[in-house]
């Protein structure tokens, strides 16, 4: 059963280091996305599991055997890349009963997987067709037959989705995932798009200049995120500068940029230290009258822009600091460039990471 | 002037169409006229003579069994080169070690030792005394048909390995690494994908090394014994010609039968090619796992390197440069210090050094004046599609044309029409013919590389066409135009066949390869003790044509080194 082990991966380019030092485990049937901006590692430690390339230190086991030196055709993998890398040369047919050509695979019954993949692909139409004939969405599905048809029961895919339209990888999304949860397959599929990962995956990897910050649940990394960065690329976050003022049993007191106090439900962090918490733009209310409880912060509306299902704010405090606000459009008044309003920031949902050495700025780059 | 005004005035002569197309239309002209009439219309104002030739049933059987020869030469010769060029190019563009890039330089050499040069150097080491063949204690190898498919075989292997070199380089790895993660062995990746998307390489270097083949004449000669191809056949009639044995009109006719089948056939075989390529499929179908696994193992796999080098030193490298042997005891005698200073035999030898170089520099120049026009013509299919198509394909006519015969055929057409024109000129027609195919190609491909994007880009931005060139075009291209020109004057400078073919006996203008070929190697191979050089001089001499060519070679390289890709 194809559970994967990576145990302190080590891979260099050189002087860069793309994999440094990574430990993983991803279980049986998982579909597991790994997560991060380009250029952090995560199609190398793809790459490193298909055995396309080879670590420079540590060991990569798939269902327990150690395949450091298994070369990529004897790993039992299907991997679909993400210019798909569809044989120019062959039909659709051709190309999707490759892997069981390569393999000796009895004629009729690769003819009969071929064909099922084919169907759930549903590109049965298609088997004469090049993939200079094919559209963007048809060729992801060929590659995905032609991975699956090999008879792989673990599925690499890098980036699958990245070449496609905006529908076309909407829809795809959820004719993978539900793919790989019908044929019983573990998947792990690289991408750069939150939203995607958030959509398709089990667990996540959120990965950064060749480390791996956080693995969880979509819903885990979401609402408890343990590193300012992951609060930052998975879904959004205000993040506003302070300090530590006092430290309570319950809380504490968090003194931001210009005097402004904030209570905050999390204990965890030293007095006097410096921090940075990080707030989701939705959990802010906006109020016009301010009452007289702590956590409610006066403002400027700077700008409002209608999203749709949503409108966006801007409202800068009385600090300069600038929060983002996201309120459903359609279930309330809307406020107007301006006006001068409160935000109540929710204690409970307050995160507070303390102060990067790097910077800010630095900690949250995506290049 | 200054350099500003310059640029305006070009800018807003580029922008006017009648001066576009007038520049376009003069380099279309040009080549018609001074490139590729001459060496056709010589045979043709001859056509008559054929008849003498086929009335004499012996003499016309003589040329047709040459020309015979030299198709089943070629094609044996490019194929065979395919094979052991394949597994050359493949190691030096999939190895990772820092000596490849020496053995990748190493596997040019045959292309800059003048062919002439190349030929004797052959000579030496299969079947003369002072070469391999002394620990036999006799000949391996005999002037004669397998000698020459040595020699073919030798020059062309850099030509298989450079393009293929180029397309392994720019072949996107993923195909393979798909089909290895599909379950396929490396050998049954490659053999199954990785060639088949590479055949258009596959099929470009075939028709270089079949080209070359048919057309070289002065180091053919060189090792041909008593055997006869084309090219030979119509060199030795020419020598019957001038030494009084056969006449005029039996030379001629000779000439224009062997070149005409030879072009004619030629240019069918490349039709066919060009047809039947793209629909050629390799065997792909079946395949084997368990022996393809087996075969793709690190032992077969280090033995197949190993075969290679082999080959390529014992084959390729080490019977290309023999001939600069003797140069080192020229070291010593004090040869050295005659030649340096110019004494006896090496006046003349430093006079056609200079010349050769003269011509190479006028040719370049040249080139690169009326070539750059016809490849941007043909890159950017100016004249529209068909004209586009048709012109690339009358670009490489003059390398299927036995450079004998195009000698001899353009030496015709000048000499009765033009009389006036002098004999340096004509070499450098003669020249320019062989040289302008490798110039334009190489550019016409380097600016088809170019996205028409960034053109219109920089014409939405405001610049006229003049400055596209100068700012987009050239840039981008600047490092195959050094190539295409250092190419094409070290082609120049080791011309042979050709440029024998225009001098008439006794004319003062000789080339380094020609005074190395006529008056130094070929009479110290009709007897040593009575030739005017000994086996120093001639070694020292190849040495020196050697080593400046190869000095060229190495600025080519770390020009194209210094970031032809973009």
Redesign the interface.
């Known amino acids: 059963m194809p559970e994967i082990r990576l145990v302190n991966v080590t891979k260099r380019f050189g002087k860069i280091i793309a994999v440094n030092n990574v430990s993983l485990k991803i279980g049986d049937k998982e579909y597991f996305c790994l997560l991060g901006p380009s250029g952090c590692g995560k199609t190398t430690l793809l790459r490193l599991i298909?055995?396309?390339i080879k670590p420079d230190e540590g060991e990569i086991y798939i269902g327990n055997r150690l395949v450091n030196d298994v070369?990529?055709?004897?790993?039992?993998?299907?991997?679909v890349?993400q210019?798909f890398?569809l044989?120019?040369?062959m039909n659709t047919w051709e190309n999707v009963t490759?892997?069981p050509?390569?393999?000796?695979l009895d004629p009729e019954e690769t003819s009969r997987i071929a064909h099922e993949m084919l169907e759930m692909v549903r590109l049965h139409e298609r088997l004469d067709a090049f993939p200079n004939e094919l559209s963007g969405g048809m060729m992801q599905r060929v590659a995905l037959a032609?991975?699956l048809a090999?008879g792989a029961k673990l599925l690499?895919l890098d980036e699958p989705l990245g070449q496609l339209d905006a529908k076309v990888r909407d829809a795809l999304r959820y004719d993978l995932r539900k793919m790989v949860k019908d044929l019983g397959l573990t998947a792990v599929h690289v991408t750069h798009d939150q939203a995607e990962a958030m959509a398709i995956a089990d667990k996540i990897a959120v990965m950064k200049k060749g480390r791996i910050l956080q693995v969880g649940t979509p819903f885990e990394l979401y609402m408890n995120p343990q590193h300012i960065f992951v609060a930052h690329f998975i879904g959004e976050s205000n993040f506003l500068e302070g300090f530590i003022l006092d430290v309570k049993s319950t809380g504490s007191i968090v003194e931001l940029r210009g005097g402004l106090k904030i209570k905050v439900n999390d204990a965890s962090k030293k007095k006097g230290e410096k921090v940075v918490i990080a707030v989701r733009p939705e959990v802010f209310t906006v109020e016009k009258r301010g009452g007289k409880d702590a956590n409610v912060l006066r403002g400027t509306v700077e700008r409002v822009s209608f999203e749709g299902n949503n409108i966006r704010y801007e409202v800068r405090l009385e600090n300069e600091d600038l929060i983002v606000i996201v309120r459903p459009s359609l279930l309330e008044k809307w406020l107007t460039v301006g006006e001068k309003v409160y935000v109540r920031f929710p204690a409970d949902k307050c995160k507070v990471f303390a102060y990067p050495s790097a910077g800010l700025t630095e900690e949250l780059a995506v290049e | 002037m200054s350099q500003t005004r310059v640029h305006r005035i070009l800018d807003a002569l580029s922008s006017k169409k009648p001066v576009k197309y007038t520049v376009y239309t003069l380099s279309t002209v040009f080549f018609f006229v001074l490139i590729l009439i001459p060496p056709i219309l010589g045979i043709i104002v001859k056509w008559d003579s054929i008849n003498y030739v086929l009335s004499q049933p012996e003499l016309s059987s003589r040329a047709l069994n040459a020309v015979a020869f030299s198709f089943a030469i070629a094609l044996f010769v490019a194929f065979i080169d395919l094979v052991a060029g394949l597994p050359m190019a493949w190691y030096v563009a999939r190895g990772k070690s820092r000596w490849l890039s020496v053995l990748d330089t190493f596997a040019d050499i045959p292309f800059i030792v003048p062919t002439v040069t190349l030929g004797y150097s052959l000579l030496l080491f299969w079947s003369r005394s002072e070469g391999i063949s002394s620990l036999f204690g006799g000949s391996i190898v005999s002037p004669g048909w397998l000698l020459v498919m040595l020699l073919h075989f030798v020059f062309s292997f850099p030509v298989v390995v450079r393009v293929m070199v180029g397309a392994l380089m720019d072949y996107k790895m993923e195909y393979e690494e798909a089909a290895r993660s599909l379950g396929a062995a490396p050998l049954t990746a490659d053999r199954t994908v990785t060639l088949p998307i590479l055949k258009p390489s596959l099929v470009s270097a075939f028709t270089l090394a079949f080209a070359r083949s048919i057309s070289e004449t002065g180091a053919t000669m060189m090792v041909a014994g008593a055997f006869e191809n084309g090219p030979v056949f119509i060199q030795n009639m020419k020598n019957g010609w001038a030494e009084g044995v056969v006449s005029q009109t039996t030379y001629e006719g000779s000439m224009v039968l062997a070149s005409f089948i030879l072009i004619v056939v030629s240019c069918a075989i490349f039709a066919a090619i060009r047809l039947l390529g793209p629909r050629l499929r390799l065997p792909i179908k079946r395949v084997w796992p368990s022996m393809e696994r087996k075969l793709s193992g690190a032992g077969v796999v280090n033995i197949r390197n190993i075969a290679t080098l082999i080959v390529f030193f014992l084959i390729v490298l080490v019977p290309s440069l023999y001939v600069a042997l003797p140069a080192f005891e020229a070291l010593t005698n004090g040869t050295l210090n005659e030649a340096l200073t110019g004494t006896g035999i090496w006046q003349s030898f430093w006079q056609s050094m200079l010349l050769s170089y003269f011509i190479g520099a006028v040719v370049t120049i040249i080139n690169i004046t009326v070539g750059l026009p016809m490849a941007v013509l043909i890159a950017r299919k100016r004249f529209g599609k068909a004209v586009s198509t048709i012109l690339d394909i009358a670009v490489t006519i003059p390398l299927i044309v036995p450079s004998v015969a195009l000698g001899a055929s353009l030496s015709i057409f000048w000499r009765e029409n033009f009389a006036f024109i002098p004999e340096l000129w004509l070499l450098i027609f003669a020249h320019l013919s062989i040289t302008y195919p490798y110039f334009v190609r190489a550019m016409s491909a380097a600016i088809e590389r170019i996205s028409i994007d960034l053109e219109d880009a920089a014409r939405i931005l405001g610049a006229k066409p003049y400055t596209v060139f100068k700012t987009i075009i050239f840039p981008l291209t600047k490092y195959s135009l050094f190539a295409g020109a250092i190419m094409v004057f070290t082609r120049s400078v080791d011309e042979t066949g050709a440029t024998l073919a225009v001098i008439q006996p006794g004319s003062p203008l000789k080339t380094a390869p020609v005074l190395l070929a006529k008056d130094w190697v070929i009479p110290f191979i009709k007897n040593p003790a009575a030739a005017s050089v000994s086996a120093a001089e001639i070694g020292l001499g190849c040495g020196f044509l050697i080593l400046m060519s190869f000095l060229i070679l190495l600025v080519l390289r770390f020009i194209v080194k210094g970031g032809g890709r973009y």
């Open positions: 298909a055995g396309l070369p990529p055709e004897e790993r039992d993998i299907g991997f890349f210019t890398a044989f120019p040369h490759y892997g050509r390569v393999k000796a032609r991975a090999a690499l």
